[in-house]
């Protein structure tokens, strides 16, 4: 059965709201209980792509409230919490039950409580005397938000940053590995696999594997482990594939433009937990939510812009003629003589248009809010040559480099500041050797349109680092390596795997590439240094390369650690829906940032280097 995150995340909740009673075939608990839900920001976050207000009182909630809030007292009616395990939430919950404001309290953990917590939790309640009002407590394992059936990000923020940064120290990259680790295996749990673990050498992404194999294991020792229906004797044919990755593995899929619908929406308009807002026609925002209810999105998402603005004429001409058929059957004819098998037709035409308005007038509501948001995009698109900037961008990678005059033209053309820095990053992204006298035309070009360079600068030494490391030997790489491991934290093997890794070579992007390649299996240079976990199997065997994999792989999850996009997500299901047989992959991230996201944090570790200029951080993002 195909792994579908989003419907197992769907069921834990639903089974949370309804007192962690098992629900029947209908989704319904057998027996109807008001209650009041009361959650965190982030576990907000968490419910927000999942469960509409309707399903919320389907489930018998009848209120609910940020924990944060003040809140008056309701007798006699349990509260479901759902919270993560946090100092200032246990104090809010043991204060909520000293006050006595809910008949019975079930709290639910977004991820397992650390033992000292549960403790604080105990000693408040037993020293305000209400311990009788904790009913139970539940670790969820649900800290991570499921944003479609394949892709799902941990909402951890700034974790390039952090990891990157040069000042950063052991422990806290130790705590920042930690916390992804936490999250990954939260996805697992809810997903009930153990998968086989494949990453690249060194950086980050080895750390999580390491750690996440090691936790694993642990786990699995325990008598009531979360995993025990899958058993120890499942080949490894039928469990999937867990590739994890480390951002510097390939940048420009962070940085480019994309003109596919999903990627622009994101990059341009903002969309942010399955919903936007765009200017209305007569002033103020429309909102609107994009996920698996909306037909249109789910089957045009994948669509380069132009394409999807005809398939929505084609919809808006194919609903005008079906309103036209119901309007011919239902009118009657004009003039024509009255008889009773006429009346009989005509109630029947009657009765099978009313059934048909409400799909008809869905479907309106559908090609509005696509006209709506694609006349807000090509505006963007016109107003900021857009098309021109993915074209330029696309022939760079694929040609390695770009005309000298071509270049500054697009500097001093149309685009905001960011889409120009986006720009100047993906030349140096994109050049196998820099010129430094262009490149210093580039930053000219960049600081007389007023932008921070400190971006453009920091990915400009981290590709110099690249080149010299790739071509050095061993012997003189050492003082390199001790100043670049002192500068990028633990990240510097990721960081160093060579220029290759760091663009794409045609217009299938490095990750897709490479996952296409773990999943099926077979030797191939490109991922023979790849390291195995497999924390089912005994530990010796651990950490080594792929000697003794067994493949294909009909099912992987993708993880990339520092920030995802639209962009890989797009590539990596246009993949799995063209394998024979059809594959399934889940992407996931720490967070999904657009571009201009993404080059915010690149700005940041420049600053804290001490490159780029010293124009405000915010004339970079107008």
């Not at 018998?60 to 479901?80: E, M, Q, S």
């Not at 594939?241 to 990627?263: G, K, M, V």
């Not at 934290?489 to 490095?510: E, H, M, P």
Request: charged residues 25%; contains cysteine.
């Amino acid at each position: 059965m195909a792994l579908n995150l989003r419907q197992k995340q769907t069921e834990f909740i639903i089974r949370m709201l309804n007192l962690n009673q098992p629900v029947n075939p209908t989704g319904t608990a057998n027996e109807e209980v008001y209650k009041i839900l009361i959650y965190d920001r982030f576990c907000q976050n968490i419910l927000s792509p999942l469960i509409h207000v309707k399903d919320l009182r389907k489930h018998g909630v009848t209120l609910y409230f940020l924990i944060d809030k003040d809140r008056k007292p309701v007798h006699d009616v349990p509260a479901v919490y759902f919270v993560q395990p946090s100092h200032s939430n246990i104090q809010r919950i043991v204060a909520d039950a000293s006050r006595s404001l809910y008949d019975s309290f079930h709290l639910n953990f977004s991820s397992s409580i650390p033992r000292p917590l549960l403790e604080d939790l105990a000693s408040g309640a037993l020293n305000s005397d209400s311990i009788h009002r904790i009913s139970k407590v539940h670790d969820q394992y649900l800290e991570f938000v499921t944003l479609e059936d394949n892709l799902f990000s941990l909402s951890q923020k700034s974790t390039y940053v952090q990891l990157n940064d040069p000042s950063a120290g052991d422990k806290e990259i130790e705590d920042i590995i930690e916390r992804v680790v936490s999250g990954l295996f939260c996805v697992l749990a809810t997903l009930a696999v153990v998968p086989i673990i494949r990453c690249p050498r060194g950086g980050p992404a080895e750390m999580v594997a390491s750690a996440l194999d090691q936790k694993l294991r642990d786990h699995l020792l325990s008598k009531n482990n979360l995993f025990s229906e899958g058993g120890s004797f499942v080949s490894s044919f039928q469990r999937p594939i867990l590739c994890i990755f480390d951002r510097n593995f390939e940048l420009s899929a962070a940085i480019q433009h994309d003109f596919r619908y999903r990627s622009l929406v994101h990059d341009m308009l903002g969309l942010k937990l399955n919903r936007l807002s765009v200017p209305g026609e007569k002033g103020g925002m429309k909102s609107f939510e994009l996920d698996s209810s909306d037909p249109f999105w789910m089957a045009n998402g994948s669509l380069e812009f132009p394409e999807v603005a005809v398939e929505i004429e084609t919809q808006l001409n194919k609903y005008k003629k079906d309103v036209d058929e119901v309007n011919r059957r239902t009118g009657g004819n004009a003039g024509a003589e009255f008889d009773g098998t006429d009346l009989i037709g005509n109630t029947k035409h009657l009765m099978n248009a009313v059934n048909s308005l409400p799909e008809l007038t869905e479907r309106k509501q559908v090609i509005d809010k696509h006209t709506n948001i694609a006349t807000v995009l090509l505006g963007e698109i016109k107003e900021r040559s857009l098309d021109s900037y993915v074209k330029k961008e696309n022939d760079m990678m694929v040609r390695g480099g770009i005309d000298r005059n071509e270049l500054l033209s697009a500097l001093k053309g149309k685009g905001t500041k960011m889409d120009k820095l986006r720009f100047a990053i993906m030349y140096i992204i994109s050049s196998e050797t820099i010129n430094p006298s262009e490149a210093e035309a580039v930053e000219a070009a960049l600081r007389e349109s007023e932008v921070d360079t400190s971006a453009f600068q920091y990915v400009k030494k981290i590709k110099a680092l690249n080149v010299s490391l790739a071509s050095a030997n061993s012997a003189s790489r050492n003082n390199i390596v001790d100043w670049a491991e002192k500068l990028y934290g633990q990240s510097i093997s990721a960081v160093t795997a060579g220029v290759k890794n760091l663009l794409s070579s045609d217009r299938q992007l490095a990750l897709t590439r490479t996952v296409e390649a773990l999943m099926e299996g077979k030797p191939n240079p490109e991922i023979d240094s790849y390291l195995m976990f497999d924390p089912r199997a005994p530990k010796s065997s651990s950490g080594t390369s792929s000697s003794h994999l067994k493949g294909p792989f009909k099912e992987a999850v993708v993880f990339m650690i520092g920030g995802g996009n639209y962009v890989e997500y797009g590539s990596l299901q246009d993949l799995a829906q063209h394998q024979q047989p059809v594959k399934h992959v889940i992407y996931g991230t720490t967070e999904i940032l657009t571009g201009m996201e993404f080059v915010e944090q690149l700005t940041l570790l420049g600053q804290k280097m001490g490159l780029g200029t010293s124009v405000a951080t915010s004339s970079a993002t107008q």
